[in-house]
């Protein structure tokens, strides 16, 4: 596969579903493999979900308590993963990943591509407290990460980050210490032998353009942030 062929050439492309793979160009820092879903493009911002950033101190179960919520069936949230999106915020807006289906459309249901969706309002959760969320594959993620759209072009065409097309299996069915090393063998590609071509002078400023930090923080506040009206 051809990867530098799915880089942006122009402003106008929208990265809105895209995966992006960090290159080695991030060794060393936070981004250090990490792989990341594009929720959210426009021409000011840039969100994305870290999709193998998984949170070491807290499950579902723990999650929905700080949210107060009481779930109907513990047993099906106790250990299940939560991922930290943008974890070095103490005070976190909370997303599920999900499929696009007819019954799961929430107060607020972003549609990321026509079979994934991203809903932030409380009535998603508690439809989950509930045991009467959509019968489809989801995941909960805490905070996200944030660019300028100017950043992560730069990013993109320097070759800090690889851009891969929408693929659900990595982003609800792949653990997330697994999602690396799939989107290698998946898409067929090495990144040490991709030619990056010639760095900036702020390289390494570049490279600590971040917007992750450490997932094993305990201090963190979970909170619902959207209008539910």
């Given at each position: 596969?051809?990867?530098?062929?799915?880089?942006?050439?122009?402003?106008?492309?929208?990265?809105?579903g895209s995966i992006l793979v960090a290159s080695r160009l991030f060794d060393g820092t936070c981004n250090e493999k990490i792989v990341i879903l594009v929720n959210y493009h426009s021409?000011?911002?840039?969100?994305?979900?870290?999709?193998?950033?998984?949170?070491?101190?807290?499950?579902?179960?723990?999650?929905?308590?700080?949210?107060?919520?009481?779930?109907?069936?513990?047993?099906?949230?106790?250990?299940?993963?939560?991922?930290?999106?943008?974890?070095?915020?103490?005070?976190?807006?909370?997303?599920?990943?999900?499929?696009?289906?007819?019954?799961?459309?929430?107060?607020?249901?972003?549609?990321?591509?026509?079979?994934?969706?991203?809903?932030?309002?409380?009535?998603?959760?508690?439809?989950?407290?509930?045991?009467?969320?959509?019968?489809?594959?989801?995941?909960?993620?805490?905070?996200?990460?944030?660019?300028?759209?100017?950043?992560?072009?730069?990013?993109?065409?320097?070759?800090?980050?690889?851009?891969?097309?929408?693929?659900?299996?990595?982003?609800?069915?792949?653990?997330?210490?697994?999602?690396?090393?799939?989107?290698?063998?998946?898409?067929?590609?090495?990144?040490?032998?991709?030619?990056?071509?010639?760095?900036?002078?702020?390289?390494?400023?570049?490279?600590?353009?971040?917007?992750?930090?450490?997932?094993?923080?305990?201090?963190?506040?979970?909170?619902?942030?959207?209008?539910?009206?």
């Amino acid at each position: 596969m051809d990867v530098n062929s799915l880089e942006l050439e122009r402003a106008g492309d929208s990265l809105t579903g895209s995966i992006l793979v960090a290159s080695r160009l991030f060794d060393g820092t936070c981004n250090e493999k990490i792989v990341i879903l594009v929720n959210y493009h426009s021409r000011e911002f840039i969100y994305g979900l870290a999709l193998n950033k998984q949170a070491t101190n807290v499950d579902e179960l723990a999650l929905f308590y700080n949210l107060q919520l009481e779930p109907s069936d513990k047993t099906k949230l106790i250990d299940k993963p939560v991922c930290f999106g943008e974890p070095t915020h103490r005070r976190q807006t909370v997303t599920i990943l999900h499929e696009n289906t007819p019954d799961a459309n929430f107060i607020f249901t972003e549609h990321i591509t026509d079979t994934l969706c991203a809903s932030k309002s409380s009535d998603a959760f508690q439809a989950i407290a509930d045991d009467v969320f959509p019968t489809c594959d989801y995941k909960i993620f805490l905070g996200h990460m944030m660019w300028t759209e100017k950043q992560i072009f730069k990013l993109l065409k320097y070759g800090f980050f690889f851009r891969l097309p929408p693929d659900d299996d990595l982003c609800l069915r792949t653990p997330a210490d697994k999602c690396y090393d799939t989107c290698l063998n998946k898409f067929n590609f090495d990144l040490n032998s991709l030619n990056l071509g010639a760095l900036p002078e702020n390289f390494e400023s570049l490279r600590r353009t971040t917007g992750a930090g450490k997932p094993e923080s305990t201090k963190y506040k979970a909170f619902l942030d959207l209008n539910d009206s």
